[in-house]
């Protein structure tokens, strides 16, 4: 019984608790036993403070059943780069270790308002930026990474230790998770869940990220936050037969380990023999210049984010935090207009290429997740994500393949901004058919 | 000796409090003393404690000389929109009301570890949005408005309560309440200031603005916040024989009260009699969307900031906060996206326009600072102020002028993106020929 509640998601939580039928507290208490069997191998968790967690469930069943929230009860787990009112927020720094603003980020505070039950806070790399990997562990073979920089949340929603999760992605640290942990994860158009109360790194790509092992349950959460397209999608499911996908390699393709090469065409035999038209996408020459543009805002955004931090405590910081904050590279200002001006107007070109199909598909990762290795533990290979980031596109990670060495991996749906609702429809009817890839959780 | 020390600019204070000659205790005692005078009159503090302050000076005292920072002692004002560790931050809202998450934001813990005295926060209008003003009055003359939503930062530097104080700008925030109070002000480029620990309206505006009564000081601050340009300006002063500026009306021109009319001319007139070339500039007429734009991005950045106050507390939000949370306008995602998209084109545009001048001149304001009516008082229109904003130019209110009530009035200097210290440069020539609008502090 305990297992089978930790495995509900988020739309099967909401009906057993708000109608009564389930316990905030006793779907607590199992979700707890699961992290206190589990956690020492997946080191999922930054913080995690099971009487905390019970007082507030205790809080939640009291609530009369009409003054229910749309996710009740839901057990969400935090990245600690993103400030909780009533948990620390320690940004895996050993500047804020134990430190506790006692401020809700907004999209906490929205949770909380619809009823969540904020679990706990997941592990980061620091600052949600950097090369070093926090303890975490992958659930589903420890001696490798869960990913980054939302290495917690991932780990946490792959092992059934919470249905739901939030991360952030500046450059691939939603996607690159969700595809190590075989889940699934949105990266919303940016900003259409604020991003106020996250730690900053880059302004212009820095995007809340949701996980879950669901699509029903991203497609719950977009409806509460707002993400309605201006022309909702039918309601009826998408036909394969008809669908049109453009399938984009990207301009780093080279990177592309052979567990990728393999399910690249699989996913393409899978959905033609569905009835679905494939093809590959070239994109113009000029989107080969998004990584060193997106790196350039990075540096220069991280340059003014790590200000206050370098300056109060130079010696308590990661070497990488500390190039952005001396601009060690030297980056021009010209250069960060340059990246700015140029990739804001490649997102509209960028939009109208992804409305010729029903969904742009292309990688999540260059592979399965790579062991981790002391003392660096790399996090994995963000190169297939950076583009999608800083042009503000909607990504879906879609898990169903496994790689040569049964680990999983998934590939990243992508639609123009702000068509999330037509994005997760598609995403029904394609994760169908990827499950043939065989991964199943 | 109290009033004196009450009128120093930044940069005199740390001369005296980094060699020693002046005690951060005494000085802020003198602040102290100013306040208690006329903040029954002028009302710019929303939080005011002076045990802390005198506690957190004679910790000032207490670092030896050669550990002091560049800013040892120089008491700052800080708009009660940003997060401060040892006060509240209550946003005029009575949903934060005493509300105090013990967090910096990374401008206030810059400051504080560049010796700054964190002094107090200043009056804002509710989540430096809506249009009904804070208990602030124009110091110059208490009937009327201090301008907003910096009401407090603006007033309390134009009172000598301050030396220096943190606005925001999303509209005309910053640049406003400067030229309503006949201080200085700078809303430098877009996120050249990190804006994180702000409360968040609009991502793509909201921008940290600096309050000061010199130009001496806004060098000193950009320096010390990283705001150098690619290529510095020469050291030496500007001359204006041969300087060339570029009048720029705006399409918003017809709002011009009779005040602004006249001192357009003067000021013409007096740069041109120091040997400068004058002509007005005609921006294309696309830029004349830029008012509707503006709206069309803070209407749907506000229904994603807003989510979760209007989630918690709906009943405590102002109605203007509520039409944002709601999308009352209904505005769409396209229309949301192609005012993104099409400002995203014109910064380049811009830049190259400005470049073309030794700066731009535009208004700061329509006119004087209007009388305060309850219940609204009303803290003025912002105009002129958006496009800039908008655009993430760097503005620069110089005072200078008197309207036909006496009271002050400025001009905004504006330049291409990241050319501050060149606009500060030329703000030293323009604002000697200005001075011949007879404003004075």
């Not at 969700?178 to 940016?190: E, F, H, I, Q």
């Not at 990207?250 to 009835?275: C, M, N």
Request: hydrophobic letters at 40%; aromatic letters at 8%; a negative charge.
């Amino acid at each position: 019984m305990a297992q089978d509640l930790c495995k509900l998601s988020v739309t099967e939580v909401v009906k057993l608790t708000r109608s009564g039928k389930l316990k905030v507290e006793d779907y607590a208490k199992a979700l707890i036993a699961r992290v206190e069997e589990r956690d020492a191998t997946v080191h999922a968790w930054a913080y995690f403070n099971p009487t905390l967690i019970l007082d507030s469930a205790r809080k939640l069943d009291a609530v009369p059943a009409e003054k229910r929230g749309p996710l009740h009860g839901v057990a969400v787990g935090v990245k600690d780069v993103i400030y909780t009112k009533d948990m620390p927020t320690q940004q895996y720094s050993p500047i804020y270790k134990d430190d506790h603003p006692e401020l809700d980020a907004t999209v906490v505070l929205a949770l909380r308002s619809m009823g969540a039950l904020i679990f706990g806070k997941t592990h980061t790399t620091e600052f949600a930026t950097c090369q070093k990997g926090p303890p975490t562990c992958n659930p589903h073979d420890p001696t490798r990474t869960a990913g980054g920089s939302s290495s917690g949340s991932g780990a946490a929603v792959g092992d059934f230790q919470v249905p739901l999760a939030l991360g952030t992605q500046t450059g691939g640290s939603t996607i690159r998770p969700a595809s190590y942990n075989g889940v699934y994860a949105l990266k919303p158009t940016w900003n259409a869940i604020s991003r106020e109360g996250l730690k900053m790194y880059s302004i212009t790509c820095d995007t809340v990220g949701l996980y879950t092992r669901s699509i029903d349950d991203l497609e719950l959460i977009c409806e509460l936050f707002n993400l309605v397209d201006d022309t909702p999608p039918p309601s009826v499911p998408l036909n394969l037969s008809g669908a049109r996908f453009g399938f984009v390699k990207t301009h780093v393709w080279p990177k592309a380990e052979p567990s990728l090469i393999k399910l690249w065409e699989e996913a393409k035999a899978y959905l033609t023999q569905a009835g679905a038209v494939v093809e590959e996408v070239e994109l113009p020459e000029v989107f080969g210049k998004l990584g060193v543009w997106h790196r350039n805002i990075l540096h220069m955004e991280g340059f003014s984010s790590f200000l206050g931090d370098y300056l109060q405590s130079p010696e308590l910081l990661d070497p990488w935090v500390t190039k952005h904050a001396v601009n060690e590279g030297k980056t021009t200002r010209k250069e960060q207009l340059e990246a700015l001006d140029e990739i804001a107007r490649l997102r509209p070109v960028i939009d109208e290429i992804a409305s010729r199909y029903t969904c742009l598909i292309t990688p999540s990762v260059t592979g399965e997740a790579p062991f981790l290795e002391e003392p660096l533990r790399f996090t994995g290979d963000a190169s297939f994500n950076l583009m999608w980031t800083v042009l503000h596109l909607p990504v879906l990670n879609v898990p169903g393949f496994k790689g040569r060495n049964g680990m999983p991996i998934g590939l990243s749906l992508v639609g123009p901004r702000y068509h999330e609702q037509a994005l997760l429809r598609t995403a029904h009817a394609v994760a169908e058919v990827f499950a043939q890839g065989r991964w199943k959780l």
